[in-house]
């Protein structure tokens, strides 16, 4: 081949790195594995192995229906019967848990990887969606017990389950938006991690997970506008439990705020990440 062959050749110029979502997107066969990694190994080795994401919902619904329906008497509709509060208590509890469960540990993810952090090839925006999928994953495995209760009490299923992977979408944009912002900022603010319990508990009590939405005062009502938790909540009761349509105008404010939190939290965490290694 001579040489005026091989400069008139065309030449292909590298085409840029996929950056951010497209990146994560493209990478979604590294995050599968990963996440049944995470799932499989967090139990790996313990006694009851994967029936922990059974007995611990479990464990927490017998303890707060206990304290909660039969001690402090609180009600959900017009039925005071205990299995009617422990249905609506596991509809809340399983969001929340999900959520509370990937925000505790996106606080820690990045520290915990500082061998991933210093690849420059890795895409680190995948860790805390990790987190948000594994606990989805544990979530899914105790909503069996709550199909098969409300089976057992509505003596069916409705077809208003079918709108569940909507509040489901917005579950998981709101949990990763706030999962990136906590994962990149306990990076900088080591005590992030410790205040999470704290703050996580406050959030609870400010969701009607084990009271009813009615019971807070009319003054205060604004408060399950502005927590996009308590929207989720709500809708997961009324699919699940009460055979209705998502509330769709408390849908689409609580879903707008999830985008937003979503869009935030990556586009911080893109713009802090490239600093994680000297920090680390």
């Given at each position: 081949?001579t040489?005026s062959t091989?400069n008139?050749a065309?030449?292909?110029?590298?085409s840029?790195?996929p950056t951010?979502?497209?990146?994560?997107?493209?990478?979604?066969?590294?995050?599968?594995?990963m996440?049944?990694r995470?799932?499989?190994?967090r139990y790996?080795?313990?006694l009851?192995?994967?029936l922990?994401?059974?007995?611990?919902p479990?464990?927490?619904l017998?303890?707060?229906t206990?304290?909660f329906?039969v001690?402090?008497?609180v009600?959900?509709?017009?039925?005071?019967?205990?299995?009617?509060?422990?249905?609506?208590l596991?509809a809340?509890?399983?969001?929340?848990?999900a959520?509370a469960?990937?925000?505790?540990?996106?606080s820690?993810?990045?520290?915990?990887?500082?061998n991933?952090?210093?690849?420059?090839v890795?895409?680190?925006?995948?860790l805390?969606?990790?987190?948000?999928?594994?606990a989805l994953?544990?979530?899914a495995?105790a909503f069996?017990?709550?199909l098969?209760?409300?089976?057992?009490y509505n003596h069916g299923l409705?077809?208003?389950?079918?709108?569940?992977?909507?509040?489901?979408i917005?579950?998981?944009l709101?949990t990763?938006?706030?999962?990136w912002f906590?994962?990149?900022l306990?990076v900088y603010i080591?005590?992030i991690?410790h205040?999470?319990?704290?703050?996580?508990s406050?959030w609870m009590?400010?969701?009607p997970?084990?009271?009813?939405?009615t019971a807070?005062?009319e003054?205060?009502?604004f408060?399950?506008w502005?927590n996009?938790?308590?929207?989720?909540?709500m809708d997961?009761?009324?699919?699940v439990?009460?055979g209705?349509?998502?509330?769709?105008?408390?849908?689409?404010?609580?879903t707008?705020m999830a985008v937003?939190v979503c869009?935030?939290?990556f586009n911080f965490?893109?713009?802090?990440k490239?600093?994680?290694a000297?920090v680390?």
């Amino acid at each position: 081949m001579t040489s005026s062959t091989v400069n008139s050749a065309p030449t292909q110029s590298a085409s840029p790195p996929p950056t951010g979502l497209v990146e994560l997107w493209q990478q979604r066969h590294l995050l599968g594995l990963m996440v049944k990694r995470d799932c499989l190994g967090r139990y790996k080795g313990s006694l009851l192995g994967l029936l922990w994401p059974l007995i611990n919902p479990v464990g927490h619904l017998l303890l707060y229906t206990f304290l909660f329906s039969v001690v402090l008497k609180v009600k959900f509709g017009t039925s005071g019967s205990t299995s009617n509060f422990a249905l609506y208590l596991m509809a809340g509890l399983l969001p929340w848990g999900a959520f509370a469960e990937a925000l505790a540990r996106s606080s820690t993810v990045i520290l915990e990887h500082p061998n991933l952090v210093k690849r420059v090839v890795f895409p680190l925006q995948i860790l805390p969606v990790v987190t948000v999928l594994s606990a989805l994953v544990t979530e899914a495995i105790a909503f069996i017990i709550l199909l098969a209760g409300v089976l057992l009490y509505n003596h069916g299923l409705s077809a208003s389950l079918l709108y569940l992977p909507l509040i489901i979408i917005s579950q998981i944009l709101l949990t990763a938006g706030i999962s990136w912002f906590v994962a990149s900022l306990s990076v900088y603010i080591r005590d992030i991690r410790h205040l999470m319990a704290l703050g996580l508990s406050a959030w609870m009590y400010g969701t009607p997970i084990v009271y009813p939405a009615t019971a807070l005062p009319e003054k205060i009502q604004f408060i399950l506008w502005l927590n996009p938790m308590a929207g989720i909540v709500m809708d997961y009761r009324r699919v699940v439990l009460e055979g209705l349509a998502p509330d769709w105008q408390h849908y689409g404010v609580y879903t707008a705020m999830a985008v937003i939190v979503c869009i935030i939290g990556f586009n911080f965490f893109e713009a802090t990440k490239k600093s994680f290694a000297d920090v680390m």
